[in-house]
């Protein structure tokens, strides 16, 4: 992990924050070459899970946020560390790390070893609180939002009614969140200010499926095989979502959507593991959650987590907000108007259940709760539902750090006068890479090829990122571009300006991960290289 | 004004932030149509600024940062409101706005006018402030960035000494900022939690341009004939950067490269005022500003600002941080041994000159200023120096809106019945257009329409941001695209499936902003959409 460190430091790829002022805890910034890998994954994601799809669509939100949205979600009550303080010493130390953290005063004790004067545990909250407007008092209180999620619900009514989608449907963002981690930790792993890619992923309630479609799909119905990448073509084959997908197969589908996305952009399955929550683990309102973890090198760690919500956020938000975040569908309606009473009564039922469940849960007094659970239970009769959700939730820089530590690799090369050195490869997908191709004159001093490299640069560069680069032995480029992660070079020589005339107007292509090198027509570089990075 | 915030909200472009809890003062959310839009234009700045240059690069930095940047920046003293406080309404107020505001107790009369007891007006930050840790104390301070541009500055010597660039080399950078406005308005113009674009171009001062070419060219040099847009190509026809530029050169450079941005996403000339801040207006260490205002329907406001800095930003942090931020250029040594002593002279002298005025500005104890002094312009002679910066510095969000302030238009029709309707259409440049196609089967109900248009989607998708649109008649379909904005529908009928055979495998394209049609092959459709949206 050090040299993975050193390298993200010395080629720019990753940086301290604040580093000329002493670094701050939990904050890292990108540098040249990490900005565009992550812009890259980034880019990726969006377009696999928005552009390329007819069901979801993208939202931009703001990080502070209403503060009530925090208390609908949970998050101002139970979003917390139990934390003690030492009266003696005034430290402040996470009740659960007592046995790991060494005394300030005396630090050959640990912390609940030593004599100081400690308070009980009390929650201290992990969101980060500021003040909106000029006056500092409570009704001022606001927080930086401590996931993207939230904004998605909050907005979820403006959406269905402004996007001409229909559920089943998505909503996703992009996003900075904030957590103020008592101990970050693993590098950039747990950071106190980091980015995430959500999906809110809206489906009917399986009684609500039932209804319309007769029966139900469950997962294992999915068809697991058709959802398998194809290893030519290096593209998914999905299985397209069918109307009678219950949570279940909604679920599943993406999980392996959400695993074919992590192999698409280079991390082998072999690297990563799925770990399905068991039901003791699982948040109280959860149906079930996957989390896609990656062997990193501090141990096996989670890259995303996907789960299956059911309505609990959305009813959150009805409640906290007053709003109705119901849906109607005149489907449901028809559907509902033909089945016989014994059914209707069945479906009812197993809805009106649910509910109230989850009222109940909410502490709604049980008089109340069983009126209202039973009010959404008429709904369906009306072609009325609250919908639930499936979430895939990915951390981006856990997921740029996934890339880097499986992409490290060195080479030890003996040169002809038997010295020995050993360098780095970074071997990124083309997908990922921040630089895709790097165009090198094989001499500077030489206006020709200058002008001729100049021109491969400019017929490449509206297409893809390039990185031009003169200076140095044309060893020590290809070492450079190794090192970046730069799947190509392209070098330019006197061949290339017409020194062997059946060379004329080709260049030397030289691949990053074995080194190899062919020769190809100027004229068909686009097209050979543009499959390659997308 | 009015037309376009409820346009904006009927079809998803921007929703109040927290809506559903009653929003939150100075805080907006794009939706679907204004994420895409938000996208398309910080993609193409990313692209013009930096891919597309051999001489800008990325980074993404923390919107926490150590909170001595802002010291060293002057905003924690100086970034502030003048605010009074009422001490019978308690309510506080902006200094300079007590003859607009209401008094809240008693509206009929401003707050300048009523009998509260007032305090004397006292300076307000704004910048949010923060918590960072567990404890809540004066070291644990920390704030939201109120702009991106300080991180560049911080992270300066890291970028250079990774990035292979040497000055002149810029460093950009997109990304949230936040300031706490007293009075946030007109819409999304001036709102608390905003994004911005910004680059710092690092240029050698003056003196190191004469000792290196002997002479400085100005700002007339730098032949703006060059610089103007080719309408045809509707590309830029650059001049190239010159060695011999010095920071008027470049100044001019910018703001050029920056208008010509905004007419190539569709901004007219005409829209655009460029405004050459007075002496008088600047800040004390900048040597010249000129703001790109757009005509706006509520005033004339800046959209960019682009700045000659000097070598303020670096000298602070160098100051702050006790890290020298002055950079080597092996150039200069050998030019300047050279020179012959009486040039020499001269050239040290206007350097001692310039940096002793900013330290004394900066309140520094004159013979420790003129020690320093000294020893910056005693550099030159060993190749040092510290750079100079251009920042052309851009809002994002005042950008889109102007977009969408600029690509609004009503049109208004009379069908056969003689019904009026008057209907929207936004004309914006294909190139920032959220969907660039609508894909759209004749009718619904015909499986081989269907089929040959999710064909035609499937065919574009990979390329561009496509709707698949089935709902409603053809008319109804391209009046809502025309009101999305989307430049171009794509429309698969029985001529396209062979009714007429001659007409086989074509499809009609209509134009948004005339609603002209022509008719085109399957096989053409992209090469002939590429070049359109790029």
């Known amino acids: 992990m050090e040299k993975i460190v050193s390298l993200c430091k010395r080629r720019g790829f990753i940086y301290q924050s604040s580093e000329i002022y002493g670094g701050i805890n939990g904050f890292w910034d990108y540098g040249p070459l990490g900005t565009e890998l992550k812009r890259n994954v980034k880019e990726l994601w969006w377009n696999t899970m928005i552009r ?19 208390k609908a979600s949970g998050h101002v009550d139970t979003f917390s560390d139990p934390m003690i303080d030492c009266k003696t010493c005034k430290g402040r130390f996470r009740a659960d790390q007592t046995n790991e953290i060494p005394c300030p005063q005396k630090p050959g004790k640990m912390v609940s070893e030593c004599h100081g004067e400690k308070t009980a545990p009390r929650a201290f909250n992990l969101m980060f609180q500021t003040y909106v407007g000029p006056v500092q008092d409570e009704s001022a209180i606001a927080y930086l939002r401590p996931e993207t999620a939230q904004a998605i619900f909050a907005q979820f ?16 963002q992009v996003g900075k969140a904030f957590r103020n981690e008592v101990t970050p930790r693993n590098y950039t792993f747990r950071s106190r200010e980091f980015e995430q890619m959500e999906l809110e992923f809206f489906i009917k309630p399986d009684e609500v499926v039932e209804t319309i479609s007769g029966r139900v799909a469950g997962a294992v119905d ?8 194809d290893p030519d073509a290096q593209q998914r084959v999905p299985t397209a979502p069918q109307p009678n997908w219950g949570w279940e197969a909604w679920h599943k589908y993406w999980v392996e959507e959400r695993i074919a996305f992590y192999e698409g952009i280079g991390l082998p399955r072999t690297t990563l593991e799925e770990y399905w929550q068991k039901p003791e683990e699982l948040a109280h309102y959860a149906k079930a959650c996957v989390d896609i973890l990656f062997k990193f090198p501090f141990g096996t760690q989670e890259l995303e987590g996907i789960a299956a919500r059911s309505d609990f956020d959305l009813s959150q938000h009805a409640r906290f907000s007053g709003k109705p975040m119901g849906v109607f569908d005149e489907e449901l309606r028809a559907a509902w108007s033909k089945l016989d009473e014994a059914r209707k009564a069945e479906l009812s039922k197993r809805y009106y259940e649910a509910r109230l469940k989850y009222l109940t849960k909410m502490g709604v007094e049980p008089a109340k709760a069983e ?37 490290y690799s060195e080479v030890t090369e003996t040169d002809g006068k038997g010295k020995t050195e050993t360098r780095v490869i970074l071997k990124f997908h083309p997908r990922v890479a921040p630089i895709k191709a790097a165009v090198l004159p094989l001499l500077k001093n030489k206006p020709e090829l ?33 090192e970046a992660g730069t799947p190509f070079c392209v070098t330019i020589d006197f061949d290339t300006l017409g020194e062997k005339p059946e060379l004329k107007d080709t260049v030397t292509i030289r691949y990053r991960d074995d080194g190899k090198q062919e020769r190809l027509a100027i004229g068909e570089l686009l097209n050979w290289l543009l499959p390659k990075i997308r």
Chains 1, 2 share one sequence.
């Open 52 to 70: 390329q799809r007819d069901d979801v669509v993208g939202l931009e939100a703001t990080i502070i946020m209403s503060p009530q949205i925090w």
């Open 450 to 482: 200058v002008r001729k490299a100049q021109e491969v640069r400019d017929l490449l560069r509206p297409w893809m990122n390039v990185f031009y680069d003169d200076g140095g032995s044309i060893g020590r480029r290809y070492a450079r571009q190794d």
């Open 222 to 229: 999915v068809g697991r095989a058709d959802l398998l990448v």
């Open 157 to 172: 009514k403006n959406v269905l009614e402004t996007s001409r989608q229909k559920v089943p449907f998505g909503i996703a």
């Open 371 to 407: 009126k209202e659970a039973k009010e959404d239970a008429a709904g369906l009769a009306k072609g009325q539902y609250i919908p639930h959700v499936i979430e895939p939730s990915a951390g981006v820089d856990r997921l740029i750090l996934a890339l880097i530590c499986n992409a």
